[in-house]
T-cell receptor, first 111, second 116 residues
Framework: DAKTTQPPSMDCAEGRAANLPCNHS???????VYWYRQIHSQGPQYIIH???NNETNEMASLIITEDRKSSTLILPHATLRDTAVYYC????????????FGKGTSLLVTP | GAVVSQHPSRVICKSGTSVKIECRSL??????MFWYRQFPKQSLMLMAT?????????EQGVEKDKFLINHASLTLSTLTVTSAHPEDSSFYIC????????????FGAGTRLSVL
């Protein structure tokens, strides 16, 4: 799986959009970008994934640059409950191997 | 999304005892399940990959005789920590891969093991 780089921490005011960046400059053509988050003392939660088109679901939006070397996860209206560690992971979609978690970005949403 | 149930959520045991943790995929069949361990302020570390009906594949440094994994059905995998010691105290998390199309890994809520 391609390596990803994320900032170690970010702050966001409640109600504002949280934009979490991820660099994956060595991504291969058949690798997807997955985002998970882990709220303190809980198991990771799947958020969204995409290949090259922008994706949106009820939790977030994923913006992938045209060259696919970076992406941004957007939480449109952050709440205090969005405080968590966010992980960006790149991998082949049909891989039977486990997800490898880096250090992620610790997002703190403040009142 | 799909649901993975992990039980118990917390266990406290004496040193030398064995502890079993169950992981169930509730609304999908999981031919592959994964077990992770997480120490405080660290990221998840993969311990082993469990395939239904076959032996688990352990990561380097993980003792297969200490961490027994059984994946007897498409919806259930168990991790048994045998003869637990205080250094085994950790947060154990299971995950199941939904092999239908999206290939998303779903995670259990985790088990906090404290060995006294």
């Amino acid at each position: 799986d391609a390596k990803t780089t994320q900032p170690p921490s970010m702050d966001c005011a409640e109600g504002r959009a949280a934009n979490l960046p991820c660099n994956h400059s060595t991504i291969s053509g058949n690798e997807y970008v997955y985002w998970y988050r882990q709220i303190h003392s809980q198991g990771p939660q799947y958020i969204i994934h995409g290949l090259k088109n922008n994706e949106t679901n009820e939790m977030a939006s994923l913006i992938i640059t045209e060259d696919r070397k970076s992406s941004t996860l957007i939480l449109p209206h952050a709440t205090l409950r969005d405080t968590a560690v966010y992980y960006c992971i790149v991998r082949v979609a049909n891989s039977g191997y486990a997800l490898n978690f880096g250090k992620g970005t610790s997002l703190l949403v403040t009142p | 999304g799909a649901v993975v149930s992990q039980h118990p959520s917390r266990v406290i045991c004496k040193s030398g005892t064995s502890v079993k943790i169950e992981c169930r995929s509730l609304d999908f069949q999981a031919t592959t399940m994964f077990w992770y361990r997480q120490f405080p302020k660290q990221s998840l570390m993969l311990m082993a990959t469990s395939n239904e009906g076959s032996k688990a594949t352990y990561e380097q440094g993980v003792e297969k005789d200490k961490f027994l994994i059984n994946h007897a059905s498409l919806t259930l995998s168990t991790l048994t920590v045998t003869s637990a010691h205080p250094e085994d105290s950790s947060f154990y998390i299971c995950s199941a891969r939904d092999g239908n199309g999206k290939n998303i890994q779903y995670f259990g809520a985790g088990t906090r093991l404290s060995v006294l």
